[in-house]
């Protein structure tokens, strides 16, 4: 069993070395699910949008799904991850993310950015009304003044 794993884990380590670092870019994409990722994200998107647009029609949001494409975003997002994450960290993050732990962070991600972005929302509204209310009651606090004209 051990001489398996062993075989296996030198088999690994071996595609992973002969993947360019965009063969591997796209690899951990596809490991991470940020396709099917992106989906979740653009519903949420629209559904928050619809809300505060509520006179825009379906047809509108049908078209922006349309024309919000996945492949497009993912090819742009190749030279970040090529900009951000070296060889050998792109290597330890598809090995990483296919384990039964990184397969856990993949699936509850999305979720949690949801939950997330909501907390985000309350949050800098909270943070928003407090400064707010601290100009108002401080008048030491002042808006800068107006630019100088020649």
Do not use: C, H
């Amino acid at each position: 069993m051990k001489k398996f794993f062993l075989f296996f884990g030198i088999l690994s380590l071996s595609f992973l070395s002969a993947q360019s670092k965009t063969e591997k870019i796209k690899e951990l994409m596809t490991l991470t699910k940020m396709m099917e990722n992106m989906d979740v994200i653009i519903n949420y998107f629209i559904e928050t949008n619809q809300k505060n647009y509520p006179n825009s029609s379906p047809e509108f949001w049908k078209e922006f799904r349309n024309e919000a494409t996945k492949k497009d975003l993912i090819n742009l997002l190749i030279p970040v991850y090529d900009k951000n994450f070296s060889e050998k960290e792109l290597e330890d993050m598809i090995t990483f993310y296919k384990t039964p732990s990184g397969q856990a962070v993949i699936t509850k991600m999305p979720q949690i950015y949801i939950e997330s972005s909501k907390v985000g929302e309350v949050w800098g509204r909270e943070i928003g009304e407090k400064i707010a209310k601290k100009i108002n009651e401080n008048s030491t606090y002042s808006s800068p003044p107006p630019p100088k004209r020649n």
